[in-house]
């Protein structure tokens, strides 16, 4: 579906500001009066805090109020259960421990505030944190998954039986039968490792209390600013409306950003009020690695059933995830993990089991991907396991088994994070991969071009995966969309938007349907005095589900505009149409009215005025979808390894993409691009590190390695399926999480396709040289 | 964080061990201390200033001697702590008379490293760790000569 405006490459309009800095960040607020708040955090990772003496810091010069848990009273409560439980799940267990806002009694990790200096300039906030004595009695650390698990280790929580966090057991089909049909059955352990979001920007949080109006403004960098609203709303006991959450232009979210209940959030509104000044706090690198959150760290017990010719019979994942010291978000992570690790191949017996565990470290919350990379990981590593076993090309194993268009809607059998049955929509998952073959010539490639380069001493190695995202996830968004009686248009919505694009795609989405230019559409996000209704920015929903009630709302203004211009211009309705910028007879385009003065004429006077007055140019939808539309795709990499120094050049990498129906392609290929360098950071630069004492060691971009733009490949190609999910008007499916999704393991699989002759058995999803080295040396071994 | 490594004085076995338990000498012979004072036979306080990469931080702490065995061994602990974080460590430290009227000291520790120490200046530590003990012996190397031929 292509149209004047819609599915057209429009070049972003929120560039011109965001390129030449005119865009207005967090940092930017400025507020006459205004305090800054800094956080005094705990060194140990788990520990009884003896006493904390802030009198000395109370003292400083320029220090307004110093603050620790007993201070805040009956204030100080454990944060609310971001996502529901998982009582649609049969026999599951979820221990809910959520995220408190500053430590009282005990740190559960390095990181956690344990207090809050209020002063008049940042540094001076700053430097009174030193005048803080922190007195805590260190106790052993929880920081090993399957260590944590037994009933023998030490607690993070000291009120529950064991580090429990969740125990969830899925079965659709019988594992164990089918085993015993089986020619081969192969085990493995696999490893997900632990990344940051990483954005450019960090948190930031300012509050102003207005004590006359009796309002309070937050600004805040979240991906969800209306249930940031309610919470505030809700801890402050004012009504809704009294809180107003404003969301300026946001450096990236990826997910961490998506936390209502940080320390930040729950303490900053008591002390803006208590104080009645206005506070800022932004959050510098070394408190956003230490104490926001980040994702992916499980480990999986998997073992996968075959007949000899490759077909498989069954798929068993016992996996270990890692939720920290709290778990807010609930079980979003690993029950996408479950739902993703079988969303591809035709699997008629899966058994899956989640045992989610506390720890002494970072609460663990959705990082680009949440949970999905660590299943498709898990998934097409036991493929490669199976295709190595069986003597059989990896992409053909793959082609065997992958779900063929005529089977969707497919039911899974298992309960996602939405809490209904897995339903995969639609798509073409063998026609990705048959167009990624083509493209990246995969048959010449084992043919020609890899013989030809061992004959040259060169270590050239593909790997082939396919994947799956769930996207456009409910519950619901919504929109309202206006005509200005200048002629331009504006439509606000309630999610909040870091970087996507938004302000172009929804444009688009307008102008497409009320025929005006996409620059004449004023797109409002994050502004809950603009639209108080929706959730947030998360899982591919954006463009899917608040594009879906932009285009609703922008179905019945047209509507509107037809009824208005009919009366007005005296014809009937099928008479008129929608000329750009104005409303014109048909075949008489010099009878015509424009969108201005027919806004103008919709907002009657006295006299012209009827009972059922609905006035404006104006509507108002919402879209709430029955469950997730699945995107998928297939991904392809060549990669050139040195084996002395394990330097790893990636020659090519090419990805076929089906979201669906485009809004534009130019955004479309920009965000799998990003994606995809976050897929090869996941693979080969990125780690987040603790040690055994629940010390954090990557603290820092020196330690955190992020991928440069000369660790991109030297081709990236990207190609596109269009299949169309008939879960909503437009037949959209997201995007914005699936270049990070197989980047990780077709990397590994390339790696140990260039060192077949070490044959390697790699089961890391995160490696590095080092490690690299390590498996070459066990395996000589 | 695992510290072991050897080193032989020029001197009797007594008369190191005697300087090893001088709050003093190790005073002078410690990069960046700021202070070392006895507050009993076993205990000192002490404040050190250290620079580790981007870190330069003061750290106030307590280093106590336990499993006094002399000339021939004893045990040391230290437990700091300032706004870049906290050190707790112990470690053993063996004297071997070689006979020449030289000494072998063998060292072998475990220090656990926390907060800014751990998540910015772990990359670094091992090598400024290894610098001060080098540089520190080195000291303490002068200071026997200079006890040693006083005698």
Redesign the interface.
């Known amino acids: 579906m292509t149209g004047k405006y819609f599915g057209q490459p429009i070049k972003r309009l929120e560039d011109k500001h965001l390129l030449s800095g005119r865009a207005k960040f967090i940092d930017d607020i400025e507020i006459p009066g205004m305090l800054h708040a800094a956080f005094l955090r705990s060194?140990?990772?788990h520990a009884i805090i003896k006493k904390i003496d802030v009198s000395e810091a109370r003292k400083h010069p320029g220090v307004v109020a110093v603050y620790t848990a007993e201070d805040f009273g009956d204030y100080w409560k454990p944060g609310p259960l971001q996502v529901p439980p998982p009582t649609a799940i049969k026999g599951s267990q979820f221990n809910a421990r959520t995220l408190v806002p500053i430590a009282k009694g005990k740190v559960r990790f390095?990181g956690e505030p344990v207090a809050i200096v209020i002063a008049e300039s940042r540094y001076i906030a700053e430097d009174a944190?030193?005048d803080i004595i922190f007195d805590a009695e260190?106790l052993p650390a929880v920081i090993d998954l399957e260590k944590a698990w037994e009933d023998t280790s030490v607690k993070v929580h000291d009120d529950l039986p064991s580090n429990l966090a969740a125990l969830v057991k899925q079965e659709a089909g019988n594992y164990e039968e089918a085993k015993k049909q089986a020619d081969v059955v192969v085990s493995r352990k696999l490893y997900a490792d632990r990344v940051a979001g990483a954005a450019m920007e960090n948190r930031g949080f300012v509050v102003n209390w207005d004590e006359r109006n009796q309002e309070m403004v937050v600004w805040a960098t979240t991906q969800a600013p209306l249930p940031l609203r309610i919470a505030i709303a809700g801890k402050m006991n004012l009504i809704e409306n009294q809180v107003r959450v404003i969301t300026p232009f946001i450096g990236g979210g990826f997910g961490p950003k998506i936390m209502t209940s940080q320390a930040d959030d729950v303490l900053l509104p008591w002390i803006s009020m208590k104080l009645n000044k206005p506070i800022k706090w932004l959050e510098d690198r070394?408190e956003n690695?230490?104490a926001t959150t980040s994702e992916r760290d499980q480990v999986h017990y998997c073992e996968i059933a075959l007949k000899k010719d490759g077909t498989i019979l069954g798929f068993k994942d016992v996996f270990y995830h890692n939720t920290g010291a709290y778990d807010p978000y609930g079980m979003t992570v690993p029950l996408n993990t479950q739902t993703h690790t079988v969303s591809n191949y035709r699997i008629p017996n899966f058994y899956t089991e989640i045992r989610m565990v506390f720890t002494n470290e970072m609460v663990v919350t959705p990082v680009r991907g949440a949970g999905r990379p660590e299943g498709v990981f898990v998934m097409e590593r036991m493929m490669d396991a199976a295709a190595k076993e069986l003597k059989m090309d990896p992409a053909e194993i793959r082609m065997k088994n992958l779900l063929k268009p005529e089977e969707f809607p497919l039911k899974t059998g298992i309960i996602g994070q939405d809490f209904v049955e897995g339903v995969l929509d639609s798509g073409d998952y063998k026609g990705n991969l048959v167009k990624l073959l083509e493209m990246v010539e995969y048959e010449k490639f084992r043919k020609e071009i890899q013989p030809q380069a061992r004959k040259e001493g060169k270590h050239l190695g593909i790997g082939v995966v396919a994947f799956t995202e769930g996207t456009a996830v409910g519950p619901y968004e919504g929109a309202r969309v206006t005509i200005g009686n200048n002629g331009k248009v504006s439509v606000a919505t309630g999610i909040s938007t870091q970087g996507q694009g938004h302000f172009t795609v929804f444009a688009q989405i307008v102008a497409e349907q009320l025929n005006v230019k996409v620059e004449d559409v004023k797109v409002i996000t994050g502004d809950t005095n603009h639209f108080h209704w929706g959730a947030g920015t998360f899982a591919s929903r954006g463009a899917t589900i608040a594009g879906t009630a932009i285009h609703n709302a922008s179905v019945l203004v047209r509507q509107k505009i037809f009824a208005t211009a009919s009366k007005f211009l005296g014809v009937p309705e099928d008479q008129v149409e929608l000329c750009e910028g104005s409303v014109c007879v048909k075949g008489k385009p010099e009878i015509s009215i424009s969108l201005g003065e027919l806004a103008g004429k919709a907002n009657p006077m006295r006299g012209a005025v009827e009972a059922d007055v609905k006035p404006g140019l104006e509507a108002t939808a919402y879209f709430a979808p029955p469950h997730g539309a699945t995107g998928s795709g297939a991904c392809a990499i060549i990669v050139d390894v040195d084996p002395e120094t394990l330097k790893i050049k990636i020659d090519r990498l090419v990805l076929v993409h089906d979201c669906g129906t485009v809004i534009n392609p130019l955004l479309l290929e920009g965000q799998i691009q990003g994606a995809i360098s976050m897929g090869i950071g996941n693979a080969f630069y990125e780690k987040i590190v603790y040690?055994e004492?629940g010390?954090?060691?990557?603290?820092?971009f020196?330690?955190y390695l992020m991928p440069q733009a000369t660790d991109m490949p030297n081709k990236m190609e990207i190609g596109h399926l269009h299949t169309s999910s008939p879960l909503n008007p437009l037949g959209m499916k997201g995007v914005g999480e699936a270049g990070a999704i197989p980047t990780p393991p077709a990397f590994v699989q390339a790696v140990e396709d260039a060192l077949i002759e070490y044959n390697l058995d790699i089961a890391d999803s995160n490696l590095n040289p080092s490690m690299i080295f390590e498996y070459m040396h066990r395996s000589k071994k | 964080m695992i510290i072991e490594g050897e080193h032989t004085f020029k001197g009797p076995r007594e008369v190191v061990y005697d300087m090893f338990n001088d709050p003093n000498a190790l005073a002078t012979a410690v990069p960046g201390m700021q202070k070392l004072v006895k507050v009993d036979d076993t205990h000192y306080e002490g404040a050190i200033n250290l620079r580790i990469?981007p870190i330069n931080a003061s750290f106030a702490g307590v280093l106590s001697l336990s499993d006094e065995n002399p000339p021939e061994s004893c045990t040391l602990n230290i437990d700091g702590?300032g706004?870049a974080?906290?050190a707790?460590g112990v470690g053993k430290v063996h004297f071997t008379d070689l006979g020449d009227n030289s000494t072998l000291l063998k060292y072998a520790g475990d220090v656990?490293?926390?907060?800014?120490l751990?998540?910015?200046g772990?990359?670094m530590i091992d090598s400024v760790a290894k610098s001060m003990i080098k540089s520190g012996l080195e000291k303490l190397e002068k200071t026997l000569e200079e006890r040693w031929q006083q005698k």
């Open positions: 060194d140990y990772a390095s944190l030193e260190p070394r690695f230490l040690d004492n010390q954090l060691l990557t603290a820092s020196m330690d | 990469g702590k706004m974080g906290f707790k656990n490293i926390g907060g800014t751990a998540s910015v772990q990359r």
